[in-house]
């Protein structure tokens, strides 16, 4: 087994396909489809999206200042396909797509997307232009959840709602469980005898 070298480039894999909802000042909004996104910061709790300036969401995120993140789910799949390969100038994806347009509870232009098991609203703080996509740094303002995916300790299933991934020009559902955060180093319990 060998290895090749190839040309500097980004294979960070997978990411985070989701759905980002913007609007403007007119009242037009938007969905754009973004993999290059993550987590800033937990406390304040901060994101971040990359768009390429000549996106037609683009101008709607720098002039209103903010955005929300829609978090996509296996039933919602072509949805986020489409909105990530058609452009808003062309058509309406909300019509296109069937999505629903719901009210963000802290932003005044940009709304959530209802289909989505999560929405994250967010509030532009910086713009870092940095090359082919300049960096929306954003402060977390609300944080919205489907109630459906709560259990009956009042705990929040994320991972049922059948979240995608994005990996090198495919959209895959997470799979199967392989552990829990710090299981590698967990201490075996013993069971007590009676």
């Known amino acids: 087994m060998g290895k090749e070298t190839w040309k500097p480039g980004n294979m960070l894999y997978p990411l985070p396909a989701v759905m980002v909802s913007v609007g403007d000042k007119e009242g037009n909004t938007n969905i754009i489809t973004i993999a290059w996104t993550g987590t800033i910061c937990t406390n304040p709790a901060m994101v971040y999206i990359s768009v390429r300036p000549e996106r037609y969401s683009y101008q709607m995120i720098k002039d209103s200042g903010e955005f929300v993140i829609n978090l996509t789910t296996e039933d919602l799949v ?42 994250i609203e967010c509030k532009v703080t910086e713009v870092k232009e940095l090359g082919s996509h300049h960096m929306f740094l954003a402060e977390v303002t609300s944080v919205q959840v489907e109630d459906s995916y709560m259990d009956e300790k009042n705990k929040f299933n994320l991972n049922k709602t059948g979240l995608l991934a994005y990996s090198h020009g495919e959209y895959l559902g997470l799979g199967k469980k392989l552990g829990t955060f710090g299981y590698s180093v967990r201490k075996k319990q013993t069971k007590k005898k009676r």
């Open 78 to 119: 072509k949805a986020t396909d489409y909105c990530g390969v058609r452009s808003g100038k062309d058509v309406d994806k909300w019509e296109q797509t069937g999505l629903t347009k719901g009210k963000a509870n802290t932003l005044s232009y940009a709304p959530i997307i209802e289909e989505s098991p999560v929405n």
